[in-house]
């Protein structure tokens, strides 16, 4: 697709319940990165893909939330037993690229989805 | 790890005034240094980047920044804003040579009056 889309858009959950976060990334995008956004604060790391291989996790909060990318494109980030703390908006980037270097245009990122846990 | 600081928080300027948005990191390392917009209902969009060479970089809709290795700055000018660029900006460092995570500021969000 023309860019990364991410669903649902909006996603109420009570608490305890497990949520799953869909992630398309741009077509042929080797990088796929999972962000959190709190309210007034900045998008912060989670995970990061390098096609199916998830390279880094070293940001996921707790062992609650659980991310795949099986087959190096589709992307699902999984929250088990949501918490109150868990209600923030999920961004989804990719990039073209593996590693940096010239032409690297940088990442695009999707419109993200809303989590709150009631 | 890097970080970034974002010391303006919340700007108000009125149309045509000039704009300059701060920015320092922290990193022991060579950085790539970002701006990312974010329009009200809109996704992060991609303003201007720095990678290497010149440290005047301009970017889309007449923004340009400015690196100044020295102070681990990275500010954000525009010489005159327009109502449309009312919005949230974000700072954000990854480490050189890599695709690596991106580290965001909190944001500053711009708000122009007409």
């Known amino acids: 697709g023309a860019g990364v889309s991410q669903s649902p858009r909006y996603k109420v959950a009570k608490r305890g319940q497990d949520v799953a976060l869909r992630c398309d990334p741009i077509?042929?995008?080797?990088?796929l990165f999972w962000y959190q956004q709190a309210l007034g604060q900045g998008p912060e790391f989670l995970t990061y893909?390098?096609?199916?291989?998830?390279?880094?996790k070293s940001g996921l909060p707790s062992d609650r939330f659980f991310a795949e990318r099986p087959e190096g494109s589709v992307s699902t980030l999984k929250i088990q037993r949501t918490q109150q703390e868990d209600s923030a908006v999920y961004l989804c980037?990719?990039?073209?690229f593996g590693t940096g270097g010239g032409g690297w245009g940088g990442y695009t990122f999707g419109s993200g989805t809303r989590l709150t846990v009631v | 790890a890097q970080s970034v600081s974002q010391h303006n928080h919340h700007v108000i300027l009125s149309e045509a005034a000039s704009l300059e948005l701060g920015c320092n990191y922290s990193y022991g390392g060579t950085v790539n240094l970002f701006w990312y917009v974010q329009y009200p209902g809109q996704h992060l969009q991609l303003l201007l980047k720095y990678f290497s060479g010149d440290p005047l970089v301009k970017g889309i809709k007449g923004f340009e920044a400015e690196f100044i290795k020295s102070k681990f700055s990275f500010n954000l000018r525009k010489p005159s804003v327009q109502w449309s660029d009312t919005a949230e900006y974000f700072c954000?460092?990854?480490?050189?040579?890599?695709?690596?995570?991106?580290?965001f500021g909190t944001g500053t969000r711009l708000q122009v009056t007409l």
């Open positions: 954000a460092v990854n480490v050189a040579g890599t695709a690596s995570k991106l580290t």
């Open positions: 077509s042929g995008h080797v990088s």
């Open positions: 893909f390098q096609n199916e291989a998830q390279l880094d």
């Open positions: 980037a990719s990039s073209l």
